[in-house]
T-cell receptor, first 119, second 114 residues
């Protein structure tokens, strides 16, 4: 079974600085997706960025970028120019592309990293 | 456009009771997934439905069941509630079943079992 590990329960960064959140995962699959989700205190989970395992180029969405190391099974999130609105729980998640039954698995989440932005 | 909606927002039940949670997906989305998020943890996958059929199931006991209706809305049922079932239950919808399609999450239903 696949597992996702986020080793940083909490991270703190000064506003306008850069922070990197770590994520490692374990899978025997070769084709899968990795995601970073943000969950603000209002609780609604929002997709931040997505990476397909077969794409070597690291995904980027505005101030958010990832460092995807497939061989090391590492998927870190870098937030540049941190803003107060970035404060939230951040979850790394994995999803196999498809299963043998023709369906798709649910997302497997890590335990999350609580990101604090210091003004 | 309306996002994923869930009802009720909060719910308090007693051990042994049964509960039904409801979810309406984004218009046009045919897949609905359910997740359980215990306080301080990441969400755990319970079920995925697509075109009214169960297409994925996580490691949850048979007390948990779900269904999807012709309008693609969904219900999650939990029987014989235990204290450990207290959690935020999240519903997510996506356009298609395949793994790469973004799942859009609702605000969740907070279930407290006393």
């Amino acid at each position: 079974a696949q597992t996702v590990t986020q080793s940083q329960p909490e991270m703190s960064v000064q506003e306008a600085e850069t922070v990197t959140l770590s994520c490692t995962y374990d899978t025997s699959e070769s084709d899968y997706y990795l995601f970073w989700y943000k969950q603000p205190p209002s609780r609604q989970m929002i997709l931040v960025i997505r990476q397909e395992a077969y794409k070597q180029q690291n995904a980027t969405e505005n101030r958010f970028s990832v460092n995807f190391q497939k061989a090391a099974k590492s998927f870190s999130l870098k937030i540049s120019d941190s803003q107060l609105g970035d404060a939230a729980m951040y979850f790394c998640a994995y999803r196999r592309k498809s299963n043998s039954g023709g369906g798709a698995d649910g997302l497997t989440f890590g335990k999350g990293t609580h990101l604090i932005i210091q003004p | 456009d309306a996002g994923v909606t869930q009802s009720p927002t909060h719910l308090i039940k007693t051990r042994g009771q049964q509960v039904t949670l409801r979810c309406s997906p984004i218009s046009g989305h045919k897949s609905v997934s359910w997740y359980q998020q215990v306080l301080g943890q990441g969400p755990q996958f319970i079920f995925q439905y697509y075109e009214k059929e169960e297409r994925g199931r996580g490691n949850f006991p048979d007390r948990f069941s779900a269904r999807q209706f012709p309008n693609y809305s969904s219900e999650l049922n939990v029987n014989a509630l235990l204290l450990g079932d207290s959690a935020l239950y999240l519903c997510a919808s996506s356009y298609r079943l395949a793994g790469g399609y973004e799942q859009y999450f609702g605000p969740g239903t907070r279930l407290t079992v006393t």
